[in-house]
T-cell receptor, first 114, second 114 residues
Framework: ETGVTQSPTHLIKTRGQQVTLRCSSQ?????VSWYQQALGQGPQFIFQ???????GRGNFPPRFSGLQFPNYSSELNVNALELDDSALYLC?????????????FGPGTRLTVL | AQSVTQPDIHITVSEGASLELRCNYS??????LFWYVQSPGQGLQLLLK??????LVQGIKGFEAEFKRSQSSFNLRKPSVHWSDAAEYFC????????????FGPGTSLSVIP
């Protein structure tokens, strides 16, 4: 059983560009959540996907979008990058939601916007 | 709206000493409570969680936490700290187990003196 993986590990972009971050869920997990963690802060919930449908969204603008694929891997897309988008982006996967379910986090992608 | 505070930004303890990390939450009903640990360059790892039942929760790596409704607190404890426990610790609160409304605190950085 493999854990949650994310790619790339690090990424540098310039303001106005677009970026795609990828996440492979842990085997058997059909739910994935994305978080943004700014330096020195706790993670902030961006959105969650369940069986390829968005299932909950945090306080992030529409230029943050996502996809979940039939194999439950996921992408986070950010358009029109801003300097404040510089952060560690974490994805977490979980199995079908029942009380007591646990999220498993990937190591994150460090995005720097110049 | 729910919120989480971790009053201590940074704590330093000697190896072998006891540890208590504080967490306070604001929420009208009984929340779902979590403690996560994040080591440098790694994703978040769940230490323990409270959904209902016994208010003293045992977790991994020898950690425990106690839910105190009257104080709106969920403090993390460990009787004897190891050097490998040095990391960032995050308390989080969710309003349901579906994880689309999980709010993380700002984190407490733990340093361990040999």
């Amino acid at each position: 059983e493999t854990g949650v993986t994310q790619s790339p590990t690090h990424l540098i972009k310039t303001r106005g560009q677009q970026v795609t971050l990828r996440c492979s869920s842990q085997s058997g997990h059909n739910t994935v959540s994305w978080y943004q963690q700014a330096l020195g802060q706790g993670p902030q919930f961006i959105f969650q996907y369940y069986r390829e449908e968005e299932n909950g969204r945090g306080n992030f603008p529409p230029r943050f979008s996502g996809l979940q694929f039939p194999n439950y891997s996921s992408e986070l897309n950010v358009n029109a990058l801003e300097l404040d988008d510089s952060a560690l982006y974490l994805c977490a996967s979980s199995s079908p939601r029942t009380e007591g379910d646990t999220q498993y986090f990937g190591p994150g992608t460090r995005l720097t916007v110049l | 709206a729910q919120s989480v505070t971790q009053p201590d930004i940074h704590i330093t303890v000697s190896e072998g000493a006891s540890l208590e990390l504080r967490c306070n939450y604001s929420y009208g009903a009984t929340p779902y409570l979590f403690w996560y640990v994040q080591s440098p360059g790694q994703g978040l790892q769940l230490l323990l969680k409270y959904f209902s039942g016994d208010t003293l929760v045992q977790g991994i790596k020898g950690f425990e936490a106690e839910f105190k409704r009257s104080q709106s607190s969920f403090n993390l404890r460990k009787p004897s700290v190891h050097w490998s426990d040095a990391a960032e610790y995050f308390c989080a609160v969710g309003v349901d187990p579906s994880y689309d409304k999980v709010i993380f605190g700002p984190g407490t950085s733990l340093s361990v003196i040999p």
